[in-house]
């Protein structure tokens, strides 16, 4: 089996900056794109960011210029910068990847089980 676990999340102040990590585990033969969501109290999950294997970016336009994606890949992590924090950004954050397991030629998304983040003075 795979797992992703996620940390990090915390109570913060606007303006403030956090950085939350996904290491994922199991029988991994390789990770395709990794990403983030996030889901806020009474609304739907939204796409946050995410990342190739080779290191290729995207992000939302509620987030762009303000978190920063990356990963490491030997040690099948994935983390989010996030700086100039806003009360909007309140949310249960999650990763997912698209991992292929050993014996497999085709990637199955998996996803951690959140990571609380506030924003609130």
């Known amino acids: 089996q795979v797992q992703l676990v996620e940390s990090g999340g915390g109570l913060v102040q606007p303006g403030g900056s956090l950085r939350l990590s996904c290491a994922a585990s199991?029988?991994?033969?390789?990770?395709?794109?990794m990403g983030w969501y996030r889901q806020a109290p009474g609304k739907q999950r939204e796409w946050v960011s995410d990342?190739?294997?080779?290191?290729?970016?995207n992000y939302a336009d509620s987030v762009k210029g303000r978190f920063t994606i990356s990963r490491d890949n030997a040690k099948n992590t994935v983390y989010l910068q996030m700086d100039s924090l806003k009360p909007e950004d309140t949310a249960v954050y999650y990763c997912?990847?698209?991992?292929?397991?050993?014996?497999?030629?085709?990637?199955?998304?998996?996803w951690g089980q959140g990571t609380q983040v506030t924003v609130s003075s």
């Open positions: 997912d990847a698209d991992v292929v397991r050993y014996g497999s030629s085709r990637p199955l998304n998996y």
């Open positions: 199991g029988s991994i033969f390789s990770i395709n794109a």
């Open positions: 990342i190739t294997s080779g290191g290729r970016s």
